[in-house]
C-alpha cells in the first residue's frame, strides 16, 4: 500500500521536509509518521499536523498539494518511489542515491544537486543549479539521472562528473559550468555560454548556442553513443525526433583555457 501525505493547507513558513523520503519513513508505523518533527520556520511541527496522513509506509510515497514551500523532498533518499502530484521547493532530490522522484509540476532550486545515484524526473520547469553542485567543492552531481520537461535556469549540470541531465525546454545560461565528465542534453534554446571552464563531458544543444571564444569547431558527423543516451530520454518521455537521433551534429572543442577534452555537440540543422 503507497503511504499518501496530503497537505493540510499551504505553510505559513517554510517546511525542511528532508524526512519525507521512502526510506527515512522505513519501519515506522502510521502514528509513528505522524509524529515524525518537520522544521516548519523556526519551530518543529510533527508531519501529522501539516499533512493528513493516509496507507501505510511501503516503498512507495505520495505527497499531494503544492508543495512549493515544502524544501528538501526527497534529500539523501538511495531507494523506492516517491511521487510528488503538485509543486515542489528548492533541494528536491539533492543528495539522492538511489530509488525514483517523479514531480509532476515545477521544482525550486537546486533539484537533484550533488546526487550520486537515482533518478529524478520533473514534469513542470525547475530552477537553478539542477543537478549542480552546492558553493565549494568543484564535483557536483556523480550519478544518476535528471530530465525536466520545462524550463530550467541558470547553470544546470555546474560541476557535473558523472550521470545524465536533460532539459526538454529552454536551459538557463552557463549550462555544465565547470564540468568534469557526464552528459547534458538541451532539447530546447540552451543560454549564452555554455561549457565554460569545462574539462570533459558532453553538452548536447539542439539548437546553436552563444559560445565562448575559447571553443573551436572541430568536425562535423554523427556521434555513434548520442543515440543511446536519446532513446534513454525517449524513454522517460522527452520528445525525440528522427532528426535528433539521425542527424550530423557539429563539434565544438573546449573549454581552451582548461584541458580542452570537453564538447558542445550542436545539431547541424538546429535552429
Keep these: 500500500m503507497t503511504l499518501t501525505l496530503t497537505l493540510r493547507e499551504a505553510p505559513a513558513a517554510p517546511v525542511d521536509a528532508r524526512a519525507l523520503s521512502v526510506d527515512g519513513l522505513a519501519g515506522l508505523g502510521r502514528a509513528e509518521v505522524e509524529r515524525v518533527e518537520l522544521w ?24 499531494e498539494g503544492d508543495l512549493a514551500a515544502v524544501h528538501g523532498i526527497g534529500v539523501r533518499m538511495s531507494a523506492g518511489r516517491l511521487v510528488v502530484a503538485g509543486n515542489a521547493g ?19 532550486d537546486w533539484t537533484g544537486a550533488e546526487m550520486s545515484g537515482g533518478l529524478v524526473v520533473v514534469r513542470g520547469s525547475g530552477g537553478s543549479g539542477l543537478g549542480a553542485g552546492y558553493p ?10 535528471i530530465i525536466v520537461h520545462g524550463d530550467a535556469g541558470a547553470g544546470p549540470a ?38 565554460a571552464d569545462m574539462r570533459r563531458g558532453t553538452i548536447v544543444a539542439m539548437s546553436a548556442p552563444r559560445f565562448l571564444p575559447t571553443f573551436s569547431f572541430a568536425c562535423t558527423y554523427r556521434p555513434p553513443h548520442l543515440a543511446l543516451v536519446l532513446r ?4 522517460l518521455g522527452a520528445p525525440i525526433r528522427a532528426a535528433h537521433l539521425e542527424g550530423r ?12 577534452r570537453g564538447e558542445i555537440l550542436v545539431l547541424e540543422d538546429g535552429t
Design 40 to 63: 516548519h520556520g523556526n519551530r518543529r511541527a510533527p508531519v501529522g499536523e501539516l499533512f493528513a496522513v493516509a496507507g501505510s509506509p511501503s516503498d512507495e510515497l505520495r505527497l
Design 90 to 108: 528548492a533541494h528536491t532530490g539533492a543528495q539522492m542515491r538511489g530509488g525514483e522522484l517523479f514531480v509532476e509540476g515545477d521544482t525550486g
Design 136 to 145: 565549494g567543492p568543484r564535483a557536483g552531481m556523480r550519478g544518476g539521472e
Design 158 to 195: 555546474a560541476g557535473l562528473r558523472r550521470g545524465l541531465v536533460a532539459v526538454v525546454g529552454r536551459a538557463g545560461a552557463h549550462a555544465g559550468f565547470r564540468m568534469l565528465a557526464g552528459t547534458f542534453v538541451a532539447l530546447g534554446a540552451v543560454g549564452a555560454h555554455p561549457g
Design 232 to 235: 534513454r530520454l525517449a524513454e
Design 249 to 260: 551534429y557539429r563539434r565544438y572543442s573546449g573549454d581552451m583555457l582548461d584541458l580542452g
